[in-house]
């Protein structure tokens, strides 16, 4: 009753039975440091698995420091009894060799496949083996029984299947090697077993026979624990690989050794395509988690942050506080420390790639930008300080991405703001009458594309001092000569621009001579702090509430569009109606709103060319 209420997946058995027995193994190699009479030849340790079908057993062997009868009787004999853990309180442990076994349970997890578990085993001190057997809720039993060799086998008899569970993987080879590889492919001894292969048959041709061949199953050596310099890049390609990471090839790697108030290893892989289900909800945050290089969970989610969510990769560490089963943790204190750590770590080396190596940040920069534009945004803000470097956007004048730090960087004196507009797409953007004035003064805009830019930039509100602004802004805090000038028509033609705005109702705020047409008749701009863009993105929304923009439609003056509507006013008020309308929804239409009767738009077209 108790195992099956500590574990959430039944084949971790395996991990813990793997685990005991690499134990034992270390202990054996303990002993040989300080008792001269035990040498350790590494060759001569290993973990062996070995199925019988027809018997329905899987049994483990080892060649680690066995048990006595008395060993028996505490260790198996006593739930939440740990010879593990009071061997590791004896001897100091050290040199990466720690022992694994903490809590005294994990050998009862054998109980959720087994209907009966026998233990074998001999320690180096005795001729004499024992036997220990039980079905798990009545007890135990332990008699004298010939063992040749020193250490312990473990036979489990495995349950029959029933309605709910089928019991018959636990004696299928690929199933218990792939076990293995997921959460014990990092134990430092060989895992060996038989494996079924096949090969032609000899001398008849197209028949094939099989054969069995003892194979290691586990990698043995984790690649964290190695010196960096022993690595190659293809080291870590290959690990990227064999750990299922992803089908791309990572453009950077991290391998992180910190030894400090916690010690951890960690391999952290910036990948290079997106995965297919990156952007929705299906997709899974996270890094392996491995406590003394076993694997604990396959996907710890609180040692990434959302906006680093891309990254993968690996964390190894013993300072974690496990519970009981080792599938959660008990406190997160640690786990909080190196999930800092590691969100530092990735920033800086992002910041390196995007200082030292432009064309691979493109790259990563065109698959997860969004994600971290996204981050600048999300949590009112918290993370800019974070972000805000690592983000780009195409520029005007570069014709290129580049950072807000080059862009203030490159800014005049006199440019008061950072100038930025927003559209579908840069070839739109480009075409936008509202940019005519920041670019006639060759100040450099920033095209905002994304539905999230405006708003992330919102949470940024000032880099380095300087404001953002829309180039569809009411005021673009640029003194142009006109000014005066467009101060002067405004009032001159105030009864042109009341009689417009009249016409339209409450579809524009307000009417006004432009002053940042150069060559268009018509843009609209807006005021207040609710811009076009965002009333799109918000309307676009599952549950939109319909918000809108004040909208402020712009004329220019200059234009010869202009002398027909002052004309209009004073000789023919259908016609201001028309070309007020027809003005208007011009303007929508630039600006990719939608027009909201376009059969009247099209008649009214045709009315101008009869
Ligand atoms: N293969 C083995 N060889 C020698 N001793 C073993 C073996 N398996 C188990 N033991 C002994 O039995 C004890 C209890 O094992 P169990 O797996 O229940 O707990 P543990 O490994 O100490 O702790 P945890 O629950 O954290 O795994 C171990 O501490 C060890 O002393």
Redesign the pocket.
């Known amino acids: 009753m108790m195992i099956n209420s500590i574990y959430t997946h039944r084949e971790i058995f395996l991990r ?1 039975l793997i ?3 690499s ?2 193994i270390d202990k054996t190699y303990y002993k040989g440091l300080n008792d001269s009479s035990v040498s350790f030849e590494k060759e001569n340790y290993f973990i062996k698995l070995s199925i019988d079908k027809d018997n329905r057993t899987l049994t483990l062997s ?1 060649t ?4 006595s009868k008395e ?1 028996m009787e505490e ?2 004999g006593v739930i939440a009894k ?4 009071a061997f590791k309180k004896d001897n100091e442990i050290k040199d990466g060799y720690d022992i ?9 997890s054998a109980f959720m496949v087994a209907e009966n578990v026998t233990v074998l ?1 001999r320690t180096q001190e005795s001729d004499q083996g024992y036997k220990w057997e039980s079905q798990g809720a009545d007890g135990y039993t332990i008699e004298p029984a010939t063992k040749e060799t020193v250490g ?1 086998d ?1 036979i489990l008899k495995i349950k029959e299947n029933t309605e709910d569970e089928n019991y018959d993987e636990y004696i299928e080879e690929y199933r218990i090697k792939s076990i293995i590889k997921k959460y014990s492919d990092f134990i430092r001894y060989p895992i060996k077993m038989d494996i079924t292969q096949s090969k032609p048959k000899e001398g008849v041709e197209g028949e094939y026979e099989e054969y069995s061949e003892e194979q290691i199953i586990n990698s043995m050596v984790p690649i964290w624990r190695k010196n960096k310099n022993e690595l190659s890049d293809e080291d870590y390609e290959n690990f990227y690989s064999e750990k299922h990471y992803g089908f791309d090839k990572p453009i950077k790697h991290i391998h992180v050794s910190v030894d400090g108030v916690v010690s951890y290893n960690s391999i952290l892989y910036i990948p290079e395509s997106i995965p297919f289900d990156y952007y929705t909800k299906e997709y899974e945050k996270g890094l392996e988690l491995y406590s003394s290089g076993v694997l604990i969970m396959d996907k710890c989610q609180e040692l990434l942050p959302d906006y680093f969510s891309f990254v993968k990769g690996m964390v190894d560490s013993e300072d974690l506080s496990l519970n009981i089963s080792r599938e959660i943790l008990q406190h997160d204190r640690q786990l909080k420390l190196i999930a800092k750590n590691i969100k530092n770590k990735i920033k800086n080396e992002l910041q390196n790639i995007l200082t030292n190596e432009r064309e691979k940040y493109d790259g990563f920069y065109n698959s997860f930008g969004r994600q971290l534009k996204f981050g600048v945004y999300s949590d009112y803000g918290n993370h800019k300080e974070d972000l805000q470097d690592l983000i780009m956007f195409y520029s005007s004048t570069e014709k290129k991405m580049v950072t807000l730090n080059e862009y203030v960087e490159r800014m005049p004196e006199e440019q008061k703001y950072i100038y930025y507009a927003s559209g579908e797409s840069i070839e739109r953007i480009e075409k936008l009458p509202q940019t005519e004035l920041v670019s006639d003064k060759g100040y450099e805009i920033l095209y905002f594309t994304d539905d999230i830019d405006e708003f992330a930039i919102r949470m940024i509100n000032m880099y380095k001092e300087k404001e953002f602004r829309s180039v569809s802004s009411g005021d673009l805090g640029i003194e142009t000569e006109e000014k005066e000038e467009s101060a002067d028509t405004q009032e001159e033609n105030k009864a042109l621009l009341d009689s417009m705005k009249d016409i339209l109702k409450d579809k524009v705020k307000d009417v006004k001579i432009s002053k940042r047409l150069k060559n268009h008749p018509v843009c609209l701009a807006n005021e207040g702090d609710l811009t076009i863009e965002m009333e799109k993105i918000l309307n676009s929304m599952p549950n939109n509430q319909d918000v809108k923009a004040e909208k402020v439609l712009e004329i220019n003056a200059n234009h010869e569009v202009f002398e027909k509507l002052k004309n209009a006013l004073e000789n023919d008020s259908d016609k201001l109606d028309l070309y007020t309308n027809l003005l208007y929804n011009q303007a929508l239409l630039i600006e990719g709103l939608p027009i909201s009767d376009p059969v009247e738009f099209t008649n009214n077209i045709c009315k101008v060319m009869m």
């Open positions: 813990e685990s005991n027995a134990d034992a080892d680690g420091i066995g048990m060993d260790n198996l740990s010879g593990s853990l694994i076994g903490q809590f005294g349970v994990g050998f009862y085993s312990t473990i």
